[in-house]
């Protein structure tokens, strides 16, 4: 049985064989109780194993079913004392002792190996996820970038395409938390760090567009929209935000304004 249940852990199906080493613990320590003297036996101990194994493995419903029949069958085995249908109780042999010993020793074993398994599976997934994720944001046309949740708004990270707009690198961005607001153009700074602190204190949505000096002086209007991301408890975790060029737009509109004008 352990060989079949290490097969399935090492091919990846670590539920089947949880499932399965979790019912055979209950019918072993089940089996054990009736024959060795009923709620009364210590093997019953065995009964918060399982429940609290099943509990982290699987979740709280897992460790509840199995609770449940733990419960039926201690109510099953008062009956059967009361009733006297019990076997007589025996002294387990030096022998039979160390089987048992040994037959736990192998059920914690292998639950430990499944929790590994469970452990790395998750770390595998999260670092697909954040892949995948960081692939999204770096090959889109916008730049994608992150800042923390202090009044400040430093950057902690931008998506490498800042470079194409804006020709100051990745690299020089993260250096200098606050290389984006430098270069806002003055005009517009007061508005934008009047906006960022008000927002920052009532964590609604920052929009805004406004002007950017690239690295060779040329004016770059962005359309910036930035949101702030909450945590599991509620707590602001960070703000998620993205730059889209709208220079060519902006010289649109004045284009289409001096047209009319004229």
Do not use: C, H
């Amino acid at each position: 049985v352990s060989s079949f249940v290490l097969g399935l852990i090492d091919e990846g199906r670590v539920g089947a064989a949880g499932w399965i080493l979790f019912i055979l613990t209950w019918a072993a320590i089940s089996i054990g109780a009736y024959i060795s003297g009923g709620v009364d036996a210590p093997i019953m101990v065995g009964y918060v194993v399982v429940i609290l194994a099943a509990s982290l493995l699987f979740g709280f419903l897992a460790g509840a079913l199995f609770a449940f029949l733990s419960i039926v069958f201690g109510g099953f085995l008062i009956y059967a004392e009361w009733t006297q249908l019990l076997p007589d109780s025996f002294e387990y042999s030096p022998a039979a002792k160390l089987l048992i010993y040994s037959f736990f020793f192998l059920v914690v074993a292998l639950f430990q190996r499944m929790s590994v398994n469970l452990t790395r599976r998750a770390f595998a997934r999260a670092d697909e996820s954040e892949t995948r994720y960081r692939y999204f944001l770096e090959n889109i046309s916008t730049v994608t970038y992150i800042e923390d949740v202090t009044i400040l708004a430093n950057m902690i990270y931008v998506s490498p395409q800042v470079e194409k707009m804006l020709g100051y690198t990745q690299e020089e961005f993260l250096a200098n938390p606050l290389l984006w607001l430098d270069i806002v153009v003055p005009e517009d700074r007061e508005a934008v760090k009047q906006e960022s602190i008000r927002t920052s204190k009532t964590g609604e949505t920052f929009t805004m567009e406004y002007r950017l000096f690239s690295k060779d002086t040329k004016l770059v209007w962005v359309r910036d929209e930035a949101r702030l991301i909450r945590n599991a408890k509620g707590d602001p975790e960070y703000w998620l935000g993205v730059w889209a060029d709208i220079t060519q737009a902006k010289q649109a509109e004045v284009e289409q304004d001096r047209i009319v004008e004229s």
